[in-house]
């Protein structure tokens, strides 16, 4: 019997990022990829995914994906039956966050979406390796796909995001953290952090991979994610 999976996407990011993983787990795992272009809250998001979804589910949330993934177990803890957090954080609104974001924002409106990738996505990639020359180009075209009205949506939506260091002690199911050791948004520390507070929670790390861990390594995120769901 395979598992109903729905990979749920972060900021600016579409089926791309997802793209390598279905076919990797397609004996495992029926998948669904969930992008959130025209969304502006997490509630939002979740509440798509939840209308989207079987009546039980595994989820797993990649960057911003993740956020949504825990407010989804927060509204229907019952329907969730394994929950992956890769390259994500529960932390609330950081000093500065803000001000970092709308520069950010401003770029894209004052100089189009791709001045915003090529600022944006590469300190994002472990630095130096011909993978990530390898992938620019795809993720470039995903950046460039969207548009500053959705980006701003999706910022708006980051910058009010729920608390949800709270939903952690309630999580009943296997659950994966999963992170790039050059990944410096959402370092390894930050999801051991978060899997001290999940009573079934397992803490997988890939060695030499950034915050874009699901398309820089598909073979490893995909081992992770198979194993996992072996355990729901």
Known sequence: MKHPLMLLSGLLCDETVWADIPERLGDVADVCIVS???????SSMAEHVL?????????????????????????????VSGLALLNTGVHTVRDGEAQSRGRLLRLAYEHGMSALAAEWLPPLMAGGTSRTAELMPRLMAMVE???????AGQIHALLNRPEALSVLPTIGVPTLLL??????????????????????????????????????????????????????
């Open 36 to 42: 959130f272009s025209g969304f502006s809250s997490i």
């Open 51 to 79: 209308a989207t979804a079987p009546e039980r589910f595994a989820v797993a949330g990649h960057s911003m994906g993740g956020r949504v993934a825990l407010e989804v177990v927060r509204c229907a803890p019952r329907r």
């Open 145 to 151: 796909r969207s548009t500053p009205d959705s980006y």
């Open 179 to 232: 992170s790039g050791s050059e990944d410096t948004w959402s370092p390894i520390s930050q999801h051991e952090t978060m899997r001290r507070r999940i009573p079934h929670a397992t803490l997988f790390e890939i060695h030499g991979v950034g915050h874009m861990a699901p398309i820089e390594r598909p073979d490893a995120v995909a081992v992770a994610l198979r194993e996992w769901l072996a355990k729901i």
